[in-house]
């Protein structure tokens, strides 16, 4: 069983920065994939940005490309997610997950099988 903590979120000014951090229990992270995702009012749930097992690898969707970056400590065991240059459209709940089946980071939800409770991130105009 793993437990994932999201913590970080807020509410900050267009052009602001937020940092995510997603700590994990119960379990080490250093050999499972991780992901972030987010899910605005009356969207689906989307990616935001993956990491590999080692950090090496990074995935992000186009949105968040030269904004967000993803890291991750793994002496901590805790995923990391530096959002910058926010836009209110960045407005959503942030979730991180666990993909245990994998080292490489998925763009699909459905591949990960642990998911924290979410932060809140409201960006204002």
């Known amino acids: 069983q793993v437990q994932l903590v999201e913590s970080g979120g807020g509410l900050v000014q267009a052009g602001g920065s937020l940092r995510l951090s997603c700590a994990a229990a119960g379990r080490t992270l250093i050999d499972v994939a991780m992901g972030w995702f987010r899910q605005a009012p009356g969207k689906e749930r989307e990616f935001v940005a993956g990491?590999?097992?080692?950090?090496?690898?990074?995935e992000y969707t186009d949105s968040a490309k030269g904004r967000f970056t993803i890291s991750r400590d793994n002496a901590k065991n805790t995923v990391y997610l530096q959002m910058n240059s926010l836009k209110p459209e960045d407005t959503a709940v942030y979730y991180c997950?666990?993909?245990?089946?994998?080292?490489?980071?998925?763009?699909?939800?459905?591949?990960?099988?642990?998911w924290g409770q979410g932060t809140q991130v409201t960006v204002s105009s």
């Open positions: 997950a666990a993909d245990l089946s994998s080292y490489w980071p998925s763009g699909q939800a459905r591949r990960y099988d642990y």
């Open positions: 990491i590999s097992w080692s950090g090496e690898t990074t």
